[in-house]
């Protein structure tokens, strides 16, 4: 099944800034196992996530493509994900495109699209909710850990995994992009 989809996003310094730290995006990306640095700016990321009636643990690489793009290849037991997720030079939208196979593309691709927005607005809400200075004292303390309450937006396998990530993509292009701007 080809998905495509884009939507807007909104990130302010702060939580621009969280997102160059894997650590951070880890704790603040509901149902995330692990988010690793790698080689050449690529991630591995490991999910437990669901999406209407799929579910289980997605794995994959998000590697650059370009310094306004990554791409995005896992797989689980109930399907895989190759896609591209593109944000406008702005960074004000994002655009995710690709393929998903298996039992994962039963689920349809309005639903998955659906799975991808809520999952980016849930990341970058959470990173902006721990970075506000207003916040609780302990609120950089949740970007440490993982809350034992579970994810704000329960959604477990692998379209929930396309979700998560098309955000940590948008993650990783607008880290690429901070560094080339600050680099000139």
């Known amino acids: 099944m080809k998905l495509r989809t884009s939507f807007p996003i909104t990130a302010p310094p702060a939580v621009l800034?969280?997102?160059?730290?894997?650590?951070?995006?880890?704790?603040?990306?509901?149902?995330?196992?692990?988010?690793e640095a790698g080689d050449e700016g690529r991630l591995a990321v490991v999910l437990d996530l669901s999406v209407a009636s799929v579910?289980?643990?997605?794995?994959?690489t998000v590697s650059p493509v370009d310094a306004d793009a990554v791409r995005v290849v896992g797989s689980g037991?109930?399907?895989?994900?190759?896609?591209?997720?593109?944000?406008?030079?702005?960074?004000?939208?994002l655009t995710v495109e690709g393929e998903v196979s298996g039992p994962l593309a039963?689920?349809?691709?309005?639903?998955?699209?659906?799975?991808?927005?809520?999952?980016?607005?849930?990341?970058?809400?959470?990173?902006?909710?721990a970075a506000a200075p207003s916040a609780s004292p302990d609120a950089a303390a949740r970007l440490d850990a993982v809350p034992d309450a579970g994810p704000a937006i329960p959604q477990r396998g692998p379209a929930g995994a396309v979700a998560a990530a098309?955000?940590?993509?948008g993650a990783v292009v607008i880290i690429r992009w901070r560094r080339r701007r600050s680099a000139r």
């Open 55 to 60: 579910s289980g643990l997605w794995s994959g």
């Open 17 to 35: 800034a969280a997102l160059a730290d894997p650590a951070q995006v880890a704790a603040a990306l509901p149902g995330c196992r692990s988010v």
């Open 166 to 169: 098309a955000v940590v993509t």
């Open 106 to 129: 039963t689920v349809g691709t309005k639903v998955l699209a659906a799975a991808v927005r809520r999952l980016t607005d849930t990341l970058l809400a959470n990173l902006a909710s």
């Open 77 to 93: 037991a109930p399907g895989t994900v190759d896609f591209i997720a593109r944000a406008e030079r702005d960074r004000t939208r």
